[in-house]
C-alpha cells in the first residue's frame, strides 16, 4: 500500500476548514448588522463644540420628549454625500435630525452644508472623533435613534438609502414614533 503525503492531505482540509467558515458566515441571522452595546443604555455626551453660525447639538437636546435621529457624518465622506438628500427630506418631514461632524475642519463642514442644505435643527463638532469612538461610530455615516429621553433605540451603520434603509432603519423609526 502506497504511503500518503501529509503535503497532499493538507490543501483539502484547508479549502474544507474555509468552506466551512464561510458557509457558517451566511448562515448568520443578518451579516451587515452591528449591534450596538448602547441600545436601551442613555446617550453618551455630545462635544461642547458646534460649528460657527449654527445652532449647536446639547445633550439636553436627546431628552426633550421627542425621537431624535444622530447622524454622524463628514464632508469628505462619499456615502454621507449620497445619504445627505434622505437627511434632507426627514427633516423637510418634521423629523428631528441632529448632525455629529467628525474628523473634518470646520470650513470644510460649514461649506458642505452651505452648498448642499442643511438637513440638522443643531450640529455638533468632534474634530478629533473622540465622541464617535464613545458612541461606538466605526465609520461615517452612522445614524441612531434616540427616544425622548436619551436612550439609544437603534444604530443604522451606513447610508440611509435603497432597499435596506426601506427595510431596516425606517420600520425601526416607525415603531419609535410610535407609528
Not at 41 to 47: N, Q, S
Not at 137 to 150: N, R, S
Not at 153 to 169: H, M, N, T, V
Amino acid at each position: 500500500m502506497a504511503k500518503v503525503s501529509p503535503l497532499m492531505i493538507a490543501p483539502p482540509l484547508i479549502f474544507l476548514a474555509i468552506a466551512v467558515l464561510f458557509y457558517v458566515g451566511m448562515q448568520r441571522d443578518n451579516p451587515q448588522a452591528h449591534r450596538s452595546v448602547l441600545i436601551g443604555k442613555p446617550a453618551p455626551a455630545l462635544p461642547e463644540a458646534g460649528l460657527p453660525g449654527r445652532t449647536t447639538l446639547r445633550d439636553a437636546d436627546l431628552r426633550t420628549g421627542e425621537v431624535t435621529m444622530v447622524n454622524f457624518w463628514a464632508s469628505w465622506c462619499p456615502p454621507c454625500r449620497a445619504e445627505h438628500p434622505t437627511l434632507q427630506a426627514m427633516s423637510d418631514e418634521g423629523l428631528r435630525v441632529a448632525g455629529v461632524n467628525f474628523k473634518d475642519t470646520v470650513d470644510q463642514a460649514t461649506g458642505y452644508l452651505v452648498e448642499e442644505g442643511d438637513p440638522f435643527f443643531a450640529n455638533a463638532f468632534d474634530p478629533k472623533g473622540r465622541t464617535a469612538l464613545d458612541w461606538g461610530v466605526t465609520a461615517p455615516p452612522e445614524t441612531f435613534i434616540v427616544d425622548g429621553d436619551g436612550t439609544i433605540l437603534f444604530r443604522y451603520a451606513g447610508p440611509l438609502i435603497g432597499s435596506d434603509y426601506e427595510q431596516r432603519f425606517k420600520p425601526e423609526l416607525e415603531k419609535a414614533l410610535g407609528e
